[in-house]
């Protein structure tokens, strides 16, 4: 059948959203060099004590696409479980996000801030425009939610 | 406007197939779903439809007539069966969490009366879901 009349007589592809979960451990501390130390435990309370504490954060990433009728999948769904391991997890889990992932003249790591970081670590590594939403819990009763249109004005609190 | 979501429960067995396919490129493609003799899961089943309540009752849709709906239209035919050999939609569609929410949303779409189809979100595992609300693209 000429590609033309099959468009005509079939309507497009579905388009569908695909959600992975994942978990990771991590140690942090909020704290902003540029405050006082009376100024950065009056803003970030507990989440300020010096020896840092730590939360198992759980990640859900979404993308979204038309499902192929080849495979009956979205482009990009078989491959966002290793891209999500290779590029976030690995890094991540049971590291010191202050000391380890987020530079020391970076913005301080909350995980707004996290969720920002993980966004630019999975947009290039996902085909072009298929990642759609990030969802970070750092515990079950505080998540952080962010799409594309957060993105533009995303840089988190300086630090300096 | 409201939005509701009901939640069901179905267990089925599927494998990935695409029968234009030799037998080595699905294995190459799919992977263990390929597996001839097939694999199951227990899907969780989310459907979320959208309207205003009724004057008169409060309600956008009575929540037992909507579980009603999705178990006639999608439990009875779904649940405990073989989803490539057992429900005719996957005769010629593989049977991806994709496309059975594909399949979901039409079956139920034309069935509700009163209120709109909003999104139907398919769990194939605790760690995996996917979410269609109706739309579509360029055809792939």
Request: with cysteine; net charge negative; aromatic share 8%.
């Amino acid at each position: 059948m000429p590609e033309s009349e099959a468009n005509v007589s079939e309507p497009g592809s579905p388009v569908v959203e695909i959600t992975r979960a994942f978990r990771f451990s991590a140690a942090h501390r909020l704290n902003n060099p540029r405050f006082s130390a009376a100024e950065n435990r009056r803003i970030y309370g507990r989440c300020n004590n010096p020896n840092g504490h730590g939360h198992t954060y759980r990640l859900e990433v979404t993308i979204r696409g038309p499902v192929s009728s080849d495979t009956g999948w979205v482009e990009g769904g078989q491959t966002l479980e290793a891209v999500v391991r290779a590029a976030v997890l690995d890094r991540f889990d049971r590291a010191n996000l202050d000391r380890e992932i987020v530079s020391e003249d970076g913005p301080t790591g909350t995980t707004e801030v996290l969720a920002g970081l993980i966004w630019r670590l999975l947009d290039g590594n996902l085909p072009a425009e298929c990642l759609c939403r990030l969802r970070l819990e750092e515990t079950p009763n505080n998540f952080f939610e962010m799409d594309r249109t957060g993105l533009a004005s995303f840089g988190g609190p300086k630090r300096k | 406007m409201i939005r509701l979501t009901k939640r069901v429960e179905f267990c089925a067995a599927h494998r990935y197939v695409n029968p234009r396919w030799s037998e080595e490129e699905n294995r190459r493609v799919f992977g263990r779903d390929a597996n001839p003799n097939g694999h199951g899961h227990n899907y969780v089943l989310e459907v979320t439809i959208q309207g205003e309540p009724s004057p008169d009752t409060g309600m956008v849709m009575d929540l037992k007539a909507l579980k009603d709906l999705i178990v006639e239209t999608v439990v009875d035919r779904f649940d405990h069966r073989h989803l490539n050999l057992d429900v005719p939609y996957f005769k010629e569609k593989i049977p991806t969490p994709e496309n059975l929410a594909v399949v979901i949303w039409e079956l139920l779409e034309p069935r509700l009366d009163g209120c709109r189809l909003d999104r139907i979100r398919l769990y194939e595992d605790e760690s995996c879901f996917v979410e269609y609300a109706g739309e579509r693209g360029e055809r792939v």
